[in-house]
């Protein structure tokens, strides 16, 4: 989906490797050497990769090349050519875009809720079995689906009110708070590429504090013991008047 980005993955350390290349479309986008003595990327390989200018990340270490901010221009297939000393490989990546109006697309990853409401983040994949889920809320981690799902764990301090979908990966904040706001976002791992989708997710208050909710659930007691001693007092005896004979 536009917004999200995507990792292909090397499968090698950049030092054990004389050169690693990317291609889009039969054009090279993005290089790096295993001294490190060359790094390229988009336009800095060639001029006719005006379309990934500041989007595209190579890791150091890997090699691995993240795909930023991606469009439908991105969709496409991706090749990837491993020079070592001993031996040389290929791997080819295809990379499709699901397009959804804007308005779809912002009601499914910004999310406004009123305290004490429940929001559900649904990263609408297939999941595959073998896939590694992670949830982070603001860079920390707060959830986990593991692959063959015989591992899920939840952030203590949320451990209720959180609920994950192991078919999906969705995740469910139960009873929100204010404190709920803020970035959520998903990785979605496997051994050859990885997705990471973005949530924001607004919290507003519901109008009414908890020291304004206790003064009102006062004043409703007050009010029903005024009225139940109203009700317990004993009627005034009416006297009989006399008139003289």
Known sequence: MEGDSVTLYTGVTT?????IKYYFN???IAQITGDLSFICTDVGCNEDTERFRDRLKLDHQTGSLTIMNITN???GDYELKIISIRRSSEKSFSVTFHDVSAAERDEMKRKSVKEGESVKLDPVVVK???DLMKWYFNDSSIAVVNGDQS???TDDQRDERLKLD????SLTIMNTRTT???EYKLQIRSSRFSIIKSFSVYVTDSGLSSAAVAGICAAATVCVLLLISLYLLPCPVRRKKEYPV
């Open 15 to 19: 030092t054990q490797q004389e050169d």
């Open 26 to 28: 039969n054009t090279r």
């Open 73 to 75: 221009t991105d969709s």
């Open 128 to 130: 595959n079995p073998n």
């Open 151 to 153: 591992e899920i764990c």
């Open 166 to 169: 192991h078919q999906t990966g």
């Open 180 to 182: 709920d706001s803020g």
